[in-house]
């Protein structure tokens, strides 16, 4: 059974389209944590919520940490080729300096 | 800052050899973590160290598995005997006291023939 689960597992889209994502548990986390990993590549963080409710913008990235911290979205507005590759998230149970959970991961293609 | 470095980058090893990985953790990360992420699935939690203190290991770092920070400052991974299902992306991380974002590294991918 995974802690976290990331859906959906694949998604291809056309460049300019906006899409959702979502990472899902039934635990409580202190913080979680979304990474953009590249083929061969380590991930590369995007962004840290650590309270309840809390809405994160990066650029055309939108973050949301659920009310009760189980669970986040990805908000991708007019998607771009370069925002292709595979989105992980990542959950620290017991506070700060834990181990992570990590979801499968989504594929996200944008194709021009 | 100039990131958390791996080496080797890669590494291709016969079934039955010793390998060992390195990793250079951002300075004054006082925490590195190890995990390992094979193909289509998130990185799992391996072992961790505060300083050069293990704190904690995963029963997925099984007896042939090693894991150092000798100083504080680097840390080794070494597995003995290696096995093909022990081929794999080795990542490391780290973060400082009180931080919740960890910082990963490149990766190190064995492949085990």
């Given at each position: 059974?995974?802690?976290?689960?990331?859906?959906?597992?694949?998604l291809?889209?056309?460049?300019?389209?906006?899409?959702?994502?979502?990472?899902?548990?039934?635990?409580?986390?202190?913080?979680?944590?979304?990474?953009?990993?590249?083929?061969?590549?380590?991930?590369?963080?995007?962004?840290?919520?650590?309270?309840?409710?809390?809405v994160?913008?990066?650029?055309?990235?939108?973050?949301?940490?659920?009310d009760a911290?189980?669970?986040?979205?990805?908000?991708?507005?007019?998607?771009?080729?370069?925002?292709?590759?595979?989105?992980?998230?990542?959950?620290?149970?017991?506070?700060?300096?834990?181990?992570l959970?990590?979801?499968?991961?989504i594929?996200?293609?944008?194709?021009? | 800052?100039?990131?958390v470095?791996?080496?080797?980058?890669h590494?291709?090893?016969?079934?039955?050899q010793?390998?060992?990985?390195?990793?250079d953790?951002?300075?004054?990360?006082?925490?590195?973590?190890w995990?390992?992420?094979?193909?289509?699935?998130?990185?799992?939690?391996?072992?961790y160290?505060?300083?050069?203190a293990?704190?904690e290991?995963?029963?997925?770092?099984?007896?042939?598995?090693?894991?150092?920070?000798?100083?504080?400052?680097?840390?080794?991974?070494?597995?003995q005997?290696?096995?093909q299902?022990?081929s794999?992306?080795?990542?490391?991380?780290?973060?400082?006291?009180?931080?919740?974002?960890?910082?990963?590294?490149?990766?190190?991918?064995?492949?085990?023939?």
């Open positions: 059974t995974q802690l976290l689960e990331q859906s959906p597992q694949f291809s889209i056309q460049e300019g389209e906006n899409l959702t994502v979502y990472c899902n548990s039934s635990s409580v986390f202190s913080s979680l944590q979304w990474y953009r990993q590249e083929p061969g590549e380590g991930p590369v963080l995007l962004v840290t919520v650590v309270t309840g409710g809390e994160k913008k990066l650029k055309r990235l939108t973050f949301q940490f659920g911290r189980k669970d986040s979205s990805l908000h991708i507005t007019a998607a771009q080729p370069g925002d292709t590759g595979l989105y992980l998230c990542a959950g620290a149970l017991t506070g700060a300096n834990s181990k959970t990590f979801g499968k991961g594929t996200l293609s944008v194709r021009p | 800052d100039t990131g470095s791996q080496d080797p980058r590494k291709i090893t016969k079934r039955g010793n390998v060992t990985f390195r990793c953790p951002i300075s004054e990360h006082n925490r590195l973590y995990y390992r992420q094979t193909l289509g699935q998130g990185p799992e939690f391996l072992t160290f505060q300083n050069e293990q704190l290991k995963s029963r997925l770092l099984s007896d042939r598995f090693s894991a150092e920070r000798p100083k504080g400052s680097f840390s080794t991974l070494e597995i005997r290696t096995e299902g022990d794999a992306m080795y990542l490391c991380a780290s973060n400082r006291r009180g931080g919740e974002t960890q910082y990963f590294g490149p990766g190190t991918r064995l492949l085990v023939l």
